[in-house]
């Protein structure tokens, strides 16, 4: 799990793919499957923010092309 400092988009999309193909698989003990669900919804709060920041810089550079 990597941590909050070293997180970067590739590094949760690829923990959070992790997480859904053990639940999808049923290898989540039940004590374990809340903390995991927890954490999933972290890493796509995360992947969200990142991909929304990444289209507004995206789109700050379209629009300087355009002047």
């Known amino acids: 799990m990597a941590t909050k400092n070293t997180l970067t988009y590739e590094s949760a999309y690829k923990e959070l793919s992790s997480i859904v193909k053990d639940i999808e698989q049923e290898n ?5 499957l809340t903390k995991k669900i927890e954490r999933a919804n972290t890493l796509i709060a995360y992947c969200k923010e990142r991909l929304r920041q990444t289209e507004e810089e ?8 355009k002047q």
């Open 28 to 32: 989540v003990p039940l004590d374990e």
């Open 58 to 65: 995206y789109q700050k550079v379209v629009t300087q092309l």
